[in-house]
């Protein structure tokens, strides 16, 4: 197998914003994301700021824009709870009150996706204390709340509403 090359270091900021629209051109990305990516490839921390500053003015590079289209995404996907959604976009650099902005406050959504969590990893409903211990610790560790993590359980088995079908 061939040893990974080094990519060249960008020296200038025509080189600079270039990558980074390229990397813009493939999904959204938050200012800090950018930053460690930029200052990856160009030592020249004045540079990378110009370049960063750039991409804000031109409004290619959108902290918002970024949280509103990772919100969206989670939340089609649905196997992770709120809670979770707010921690990997803090991981990602994004600002608590821009994520309280964004993440959406429609509980039934979450309940909704809660349960076709559930159904989607357990193919019945728990039928011991300890089975049901173990649906929830699921539920929580994949950022749901209490009040969903209980809705998913005790409608487990209840016709339409039912998780598992």
């Given at each position: 197998?061939?040893?990974?090359?080094?990519?060249?270091?960008?020296?200038?900021?025509?080189?600079?914003?270039?990558?980074?629209?390229?990397?813009l051109?493939?999904?959204?990305?938050?200012?800090?994301?950018?930053?460690?990516?930029?200052?990856?490839?160009?030592?020249?921390?004045?540079?990378?700021?110009?370049?960063?500053?750039?991409?804000?003015?031109?409004?290619?590079?959108?902290?918002?824009?970024?949280?509103?289209?990772?919100?969206?995404?989670?939340?089609?996907?649905?196997?992770?709870?709120?809670?979770?959604?707010?921690?990997?976009?803090?991981?990602?650099?994004?600002?608590?009150?821009?994520?309280?902005?964004?993440?959406?406050?429609?509980?039934?959504?979450?309940?909704?996706?809660?349960?076709?969590?559930?159904?989607?990893?357990?193919?019945?409903?728990?039928?011991?204390?300890?089975?049901?211990?173990?649906?929830?610790?699921?539920?929580?560790?994949?950022?749901?709340?209490?009040?969903?993590?209980r809705?998913?359980?005790?409608?487990?088995?209840?016709?339409?509403?039912?998780p598992?079908?």
């Amino acid at each position: 197998m061939k040893p990974r090359k080094e990519p060249r270091p960008l020296e200038s900021l025509g080189d600079l914003k270039s990558y980074a629209l390229w990397l813009l051109s493939s999904r959204e990305y938050s200012q800090a994301r950018m930053l460690t990516k930029l200052s990856g490839r160009c030592a020249d921390k004045d540079l990378v700021d110009g370049c960063l500053s750039e991409l804000l003015e031109s409004n290619y590079l959108s902290d918002e824009r970024m949280t509103q289209s990772y919100v969206r995404m989670a939340v089609d996907k649905g196997s992770d709870g709120p809670m979770k959604i707010a921690s990997k976009l803090m991981q990602k650099g994004i600002d608590r009150a821009l994520i309280n902005e964004y993440l959406i406050p429609d509980d039934e959504i979450w309940l909704r996706n809660a349960a076709k969590t559930l159904s989607k990893k357990f193919k019945s409903p728990a039928d011991s204390h300890e089975a049901r211990q173990k649906q929830a610790r699921f539920l929580a560790n994949r950022g749901f709340m209490m009040d969903q993590i209980r809705y998913a359980l005790d409608n487990a088995g209840e016709g339409d509403e039912s998780p598992f079908r």
